[in-house]
Structure formats: C-alpha cells, structure tokens
C-alpha cells in the first residue's frame, strides 16, 4: 500500500512542538508560536523551552521527548549546534519531519557544514525529513497553517510558491496583500539539505488547491531528482522560475569551442526547456507573472488585443509583443462592426483599439465587452492613462462589473501613480491583474502563454525514423577504454573520428602520415583532391597555427603542404608535440558549416550543442543548447532555435540539407554521450552538408575516468534498452518485449482498436469510446524513473502489431508500486498476460520496488485468477474492486520456482 506523502505531515500536522520557543516579543521562537495561533492551527501546539513553564498561554516542556504526546511537526529555533541533538530528540518522540530555522550550516565554512553532517546523521538514524536549515519556514493558508516567522501572512489562494531566499519571500508576502493574491502553499526551502524542490513540486502536483507554481531558485540540487519531478508536474500544472545568478566565468577557460558555447546558464535553460518550466528573468516579472495566474485563466492562445485611451501606451504594447515574435490579433469583420457602432469616428480603427482621450467609463465598458465576445481573441489588455478628461476610477469599477465571471483572460494597465492609485486598488479587489507598463502586461501575458505552447509541444510525437539506428557500442567501448588506459585525455582526430564511426556517424576519409612521402603515399591511394592538416595532440585549433592546407590535387603539392604546415606549426607553437599531419577526402565544398559538440557538465551531465561552424563560430553565437537523450522531434526543435536552420532548409542560391538525415546526426551524437559518461567534450567543427548530408571533417573528443556508469550521468532517464527481450506466444508467434516509446502513440491506438468493450472496461474500469491525441500520448510519453510500459510487439514474419502492455507506476520516495496490464483480444489465452505481469515484477524489484499493488474488477475472474497464480494476495474494498498486492522480494516467476512464501 502507498504510504501517506511525508510532506502532509508538514502542510497538514497534526500537532506541532515549537522548540526554542520563546515569550520575548520580537524573537524567532515568539513570532512561531504567534503565526501558528494568530492563523488559526487547530492541532495542539508544544512549546519547548526548559526555561519555561507556560508561554503564549501554552504548556511548555523541557524537551521534545518530555510532551508525551504524538507529534507530526517539530519548528527548530535554537543556535544551530544545538540542532543535532534536538533532532535525536526528535527521533525518540518519533516525530515525523521538521523544519530547521536555526542558520549556520554549510554557508559559513567548515564547522557549518560539521554540524550538518552531524544533523543528516540523525535524521537518517531515525527516519526523520527535514527542510532548511536556514529558511524562514512554511505556510499554507488553505490549511490555517504559518509555521514560519514571516512578519505577514498569506492570504488562502491557488498559487504555490517555492524560494531559497527568505528576503525573497518577505518581499513577495508584502506585495501579495497589496495586490490581493492568495497563496495555497508558501515555502521558504532554506538550504535543501533534505528536501528539496522536486520533493516540493511532486507534492503540490498531487496536490488540487496548487493551481500554479512558482519558484525563485539560486541553484538546483539533486539535478535528475529536479527534472524528474518537474517533467511529471509541468504537465498538470503551469510551473514559473526566476534563476539568479547567470554570469559564467568557467567557460573562458574551455579547451574547444563547444566549451566555450555552452556556458552554465545555458544548461539552465535547457533543463528548464526540456522540463517544460517556464523561466522569466526578474523578480519583477515573477510577481507578474504570480499575479496573473492566481487571478487570471491561462491563455489558449496568442491572439491580443489592446484597449487604449492614448496611441502611444498602444505602440508600445505593440512593440513588445513583436518581441515575441507575434503581431496584435486581426480583428473579424463582426468584430470591427460592433466597435464602429459606438465609437468616435476617429478611433483607430484596428488593433490597438484606441478609444481617445475623453473615453468615458461607459465607452470602456463597451469595448471592453465586444472584445471579450470576440471568438478571434485569446485576451485583451486595458490601458488607461491619466488625462484631463480620465476617470481611473470610475473606468476601474465599471470595468470590474463587467468582467466578473468571464474566462477571457484580461490584464489592466492603469499607468502612473497618485491619479490611478484608487483605481488600481479597484482593480486589485475585484481579482483583476494590475500591471505597472504595458511591456509588463505583454510579457506576463505571453509567459502564461508559453505554457500553453509548452504543452502543446511536450504531447508532440515523434516521427519514427525510415530505417533502423545501429551502433557498435562495444567497438567504441574498446577504443575508448584504450586511450584511457594510455593516459590520453585529448583523442586525436583519427582517434575521435574511429569512436564516431562506431556510431554511425559521417566522417570524411581520413589518414595519419608522419613523413612527406607517406603524406603523399596516402593521397594517392585515397584520390584526388585532398585535405591536409596539422596532427598535434597539443593543438586546438588548427586554423590558429594555419596548418590545414586544401584542396591538394597532386603528391608534389601533398609533400609541400606537409613540410609547410609542419615547420610552421613548430615555429608558432614550439613546445607542442608535432606527429606529422592527417591527409583526408577532400569533401565538396559546402556553403553551410555546422558546429555539433557536447560538453559533460559536473551538475546536468552531457550538453548538446548546435549551431552554425567554422572559424567564427565563437564570434557569430549562433547556436543552441539541450540536453539528452534526444529523438527526431526533439532534434528538430534544436535546429529551429538557430538562425543556420534556415540555411538548411535551403535559402536563396544556397542548396538545403536533408534535414532528417541532421537531425539524424544528433540523435546518433546524442546516443554516443548518452552511452559513455567519459565523454568530457566532444567538438565537431566544421560538419559540412555535402550532396544535403552532414559530413563531420574535423573531429576532437575528450575523455577522462568516470566513476558514475551510464546512464546514471544523464539528468534524463534514456530509453531503458536493458529492458528489451523476444520470447514466443504459446501458439509459436515471436514478440519483441520493450519499453514503450514516444513514438508509438499509432501503435498503442491500433491495441486499442483491437480491444473489445469489456476489454477496455476491465481494464479501465468504464467504456471509453475514442481515444484523442492527448490521452494516447500519456500512454507513451514517460519518465522512465517514475513509470515504464513494457509493451509486447509483433516480430517477423508477422507485422509490427502491438498486442499488450503492461504499465508500472513508481511513486517516488516510496517502497510500494502500482500495476495494470492490457492484452488485446485477439492474443488473450496464449500466455501474453502472464508474462507481461512477470516482467512488470522484476522490472519493480529491480527499482527497489518491495510491494506491487493493483486494482482489478471482481467479475474479471481470468485476471483474479492469474494474479492468484502469480502468488499475489487479493483484498476486497468497499468500492467494488478487488486490491492486489505481491511482496516481491522472494518472488519467482511461476513457471520456475513458483511464489516463495
């Protein structure tokens, strides 16, 4: 059975022991103990404080152990030194978590981070969790609960907001009750040496008062745990991040262009991208963006439109909308009727709407409601400014009346101060979002939208590709244990390029030649033209010492380039180690070059960059980061964030690439880093596009030991191919047993069609009719930490038909996992169940998974029946359904051993 999450004991105690619980006015013990009365908490409260018999009109105790009672929740407020032994207090009491408020940990040195080691210690010893040290502390008013020291509290609403900074939170808390936003939970995280923000965001997404989160995050711990949590949540609900912190000095000193390109910001952001979070860049635009969606529906499109009383307030709307790439929306023919019937004749007859300068209340309100009627229009944005003929205020409560209960998201922007002040209070007691600028109102607008669009492109499938992708993993493995052995960090380009080959990438022909005649040799026997270049373990970048020649059409220009570039290379750079030269295939020349690298970072693992190549690649900046694995669809999106894809879709006289066959390219480069975590950098530049396919013809990769094997170096979980395997119907017919990809959705619906209605009731307990894009794609679309299909395919010579699935859902931090199985009619009987339901157990076992439960319909007697068989035990709920649990520690697949028990 799931156990209760950890966190409700923290959102929900049931009672609650303050340690350093105070009387003196002004301390962090007295404002606890007050913020928990004042909010009205209805558990019992503890104080602890031996100096003390009674504080707050509550009975105090000398210690934690001394109360006697069950306590969920312990708030710490003593000098942190203190803390480790109140934790084993703690522990004694069987206390289930605490806050830590007491700073002085890990941020001021050695004896800090002493002391937390020494309260981990504890913590772990009794199974305690914690949050902080050094945070401010937690509230949830939809719960009664202020277990912070905060000087205000929060108001109940639907916004969620996590921040490692404590200032942070106070300056958020103030403003919230000036503009009216209300907050479900409030969480100051402290240090995160516990829990962290993936606990905090898997928590809120089960969570139905969070409609929205957001977060202000100075930096991410627990990297794979992060992107895990958020990539399950962003789904369900809009998550919004301000990152402080964006200078990068580390990249200066970066051996390859890659290095150089792909600096800590950039893997931010292509976390934050791949996650599905949306990153705003000031505190301001957080609060912005914090206002609108407590009080606002989410956008379903981009489509504004504007309402103005002066034509410059509109301009500028206009101007940061095409910062977004996007245009006001087109008004419709009804649209532009409706205003015209009322508004002055010198109105500006488009979009921005101005009404003019003596707009009365009633002309706003006319606008306003056409606009919102408007089915071409996913929002509208009010601009007031203050003029003689204005009335903010009047403007701001006929306004208020009018768009009470409408959906349309709606912002106002009443700009100034002193004579929009009484309006804008208005506004902000109606529930409507107030912004300062039009620019703010634009930005926060598109923000939310920006979700939408996320969405949208998350639940995109992939395209399959046209042809099996093959890798000689095992060849590449061997070269590259080799050059760690040698003690070589730096490959050289034949070295780089045989690993690249491996994996099926292009590379131009390449040969190492150490003297003028096996230079020449070389190019005669690989044909004319050539390329000749400088070969030095101690070289970058060859262009830097000019020691790559090209287009050499004989063995006499050949043997001249070689001693050319030779001594020239020695002169220019005298202590670096001169092997001779590589000679290579010359490729046609290309009006594109690409730049395609990687670079391992300590905290996301591999970055993957593209971008436009060549020797100004460093200069021109055009390019883009993500991180792996990557697929088709994700390698495209990759491309299309530079200005070079347009150069490959073909531009003027400049021949396009087949872009499949790129993207191809970057999934194969993807696979490779994914594969090996001692992968440091890997820098191809230039890749050419040669007769439209990408050709790498210089090649430079670096590796070093690593002690984490993959793929636990990625921050997402790849493809588990591990858990591939055939076996045989009972009736003979071959199937291939593997994971479900993103790229099966076509698949899984024509499982679906071939499922019968009781089949489809058994198994999710109603008749589904139709199966829309967005319900399939939850079928296939997985983080494979958190949940695995394992599905059943079709092998020669029978079609590729997909005839079952098994599902295993993983809760995280939890011991205990969920199951369901699905066969389509026409392969039920043959055996497929059973061994679909087998390989659910031992995938579970081997994610530490101890107890697998599932939820079966009593009159599905044959699936009752093979559970039994499978040695589960069946428990009848008041619902009508049948619990099936299996302890599988011992467990044996029945055709073996049989159950243990």
């Known amino acids: 059975m799931l156990q209760k999450p950890v966190l409700d004991y923290f959102f929900k105690p049931g009672a609650i022991a303050v340690v350093g619980a105070s009387s003196r006015e002004g301390s962090i013990g007295f404002t606890l103990l007050d913020n928990l009365k004042n909010d009205g908490f209805s558990g019992p409260i503890y104080p602890i404080n031996p100096k003390h018999d009674e504080i707050m009109g509550y009975k105090a105790y000398g210690s934690v152990t001394a109360v006697g009672s069950p306590i969920d929740l312990a708030i710490i407020a003593v000098p942190i030194q203190e803390v480790p032994a109140v934790m084993r207090e703690c522990g004694e ?5 605490a806050i830590i408020i007491s700073a002085g940990g890990e941020e001021v040195g050695e004896e800090g981070a002493r002391i937390e080691e020494e309260i981990r210690t504890e913590a772990n010893r009794f199974g305690i969790r914690y949050l902080g040290p050094n945070c401010m502390g937690i509230l949830s008013p939809v719960n009664h609960l202020n277990a912070s020291f905060a000087a205000h509290s929060a108001e109940p609403g639907s916004l969620a907001l996590l921040s490692q900074s404590g200032a942070i939170c106070s300056a958020i808390l103030d403003r919230a009750a000036v503009e009216k936003i209300g907050f479900s939970h409030f969480v100051s995280v402290g240090s995160m040496a516990d829990l962290d923000f993936a606990d905090m965001i898997d928590y809120l997404g089960d969570d139905r008062s969070a409609r929205s989160i957001i977060i202000y995050m100075e930096n991410m711990t627990r990297h794979r745990k992060f992107m895990s949590a958020a990539r399950s949540v962003s789904r369900i609900k809009p998550i919004i991040v301000v990152k402080s912190g964006r200078s ?13 390109l792909a600096g800590m910001d950039d893997a931010y952001n292509a976390a934050f991208r791949r ?13 912005s963006c914090a206002q609108a969606l407590g009080k606002m529906q989410r956008p379903i499109g981009p489509n504004l439109a504007f309402i103005t009383n002066a034509g410059g307030p509109g301009v500028m709307a206009v101007d ?3 910062n977004w790439g996007y245009e006001p929306a087109q008004l419709s023919p009804e649209t532009f009727g409706k205003l015209n019937e009322f508004l002055p004749p010198f109105w500006s007859r488009g979009n921005p709407i101005d009404i003019l300068g003596d707009a009365a209340p009633e002309r706003y309100v006319q606008a306003v409601r056409v606009c919102l009627e408007a089915r071409e229009l996913s929002g509208l944005i009010v601009i007031l400014t203050p003029q003689a003929m204005t009335d903010p205020t009047g403007v701001a409560k006929a306004i208020a009346n009018e768009i009470s209960n409408r959906s349309k998201p709606f912002m106002a922007v009443w700009m100034g101060a002193r004579d929009v002040a009484e309006g804008i209070k208005v506004l902000n007691e109606a529930g409507i979002p107030t912004l300062r600028t039009p620019e703010e109102a634009v930005d926060t607008f598109m923000h939310m939208y920006s979700y939408t669009r996320n969405l949208e492109l998350l639940q995109e499938t992939p395209p399959s590709f046209s042809h099996e992708i093959e890798v000689n993993t095992r060849q590449a493995r061997i070269f590259i244990n080799e050059c760690i052995r040698r003690g070589e960090r730096v490959l050289t380009e034949i070295e780089s390029k045989a690993i690249l080959s491996a994996y099926g990438i292009p590379v131009n022909g390449t040969v190492a030649a150490s003297t003028a005649e096996a230079a020449a040799e070389a190019a005669k026997n690989m044909g004319f033209p050539v390329v000749v270049k400088i070969f030095s373990p101690d070289i970058t970048h060859k262009s830097d010492v000019d020691g790559v020649r090209l287009n050499l059409k004989s063995e006499e220009e050949v043997a001249a380039a070689f001693a050319e570039i030779t001594s020239r290379a020695a002169a220019l ?10 000679v290579q295939s010359q490729v046609k020349k290309s009006e594109i070059e690409l730049i395609v690298g990687s670079k391992r970072d300590p905290q996301f693992g591999p970055l993957l960059l593209f971008g436009m190549g060549g ?8 390019s883009a980061v993500t991180l792996p694995p990557l697929n088709l669809l994700l390698a495209r999106r990759l491309m299309e964030r530079t200005r070079v894809y347009r150069l490959l879709q073909g531009y003027r006289n400049i021949q396009g690439a087949n872009v499949e066959l790129v993207a191809e390219f970057l999934v194969r480069i993807s696979q490779l880093v994914s594969d090996f975590p001692e992968i440091v950098e890997l820098d191809l530049n230039p890749v050419v596009i040669s007769n439209g396919r990408p050709v790498a013809i210089d090649a430079r990769i670096v590796v070093e030991p690593s002690d984490i094997a993959a793929p636990r170096h990625l921050i997402i ?23 479900m990809k993103p790229e099966d959705e076509f698949l899984v619906k024509d499982l679906l069609d071939n499922c019968s209605e009781q089949t ?22 997985y983080d494979y930490d958190r949940e695995i299909g394992i599905a059943a395919i079709g092998l020669p010579p029978g079609p590729a038909t997909m005839m079952g699935v098994g599902r295993l859902v993983m809760p995280p931090d939890q011991p205990a996992a969920e199951f369901a199985v699905i066969v389509a009619d026409p392969w039920q009987g043959k055996g497929l169940g059973e061994k679909l339901i087998e390989r659910v157990i031992e995938i579970a076992r081997e994610n530490g998974v101890r107890t697998l439960s599932g939820d079966v319909l009593p009159e599905n007697q044959r699936m009752l029946s093979l559970v039994r068989k499978l040695g589960f035990t069946l428990h009848r709920l008041e619902e009508g359904t049948c619990k099936v649990e299996l302890d599988i520690a011992d467990w044996r697949p029945a055709n073996n051993e049989g159950p243990a028990n």
């Open 93 to 97: 009491a069987q206390v289930k978590g």
């Open 248 to 260: 990068e000095a580390a990249a200066k000193a970066a051996a390859s262009h890659t290095g150089a």
């Open 275 to 287: 996650a599905g979070i949306i990153r705003v860049d000031t505190i301001s635009q957080l609060f």
């Open 320 to 322: 940061a909308l095409s």
């Open 573 to 582: 750079k005298p202590g670096a180690r001169i092997t001779g030269v590589t």
């Open 615 to 622: 020797i100004l690649t460093e200069v021109l900046k055009d």
């Open 717 to 739: 979980s790849p493809y588990p191919n591990q858990y591939e395997s055939e076996w045989l119907l009972e009736d003979g017919t071959p199937v291939l047993i593997r994971p």
């Open 760 to 781: 489809i009731y058994f198994r999710y307990f109603s008749v589904v009719k139709s199966w829309p894009h967005e319900s399939l794609v939850r079928f296939t679309q």
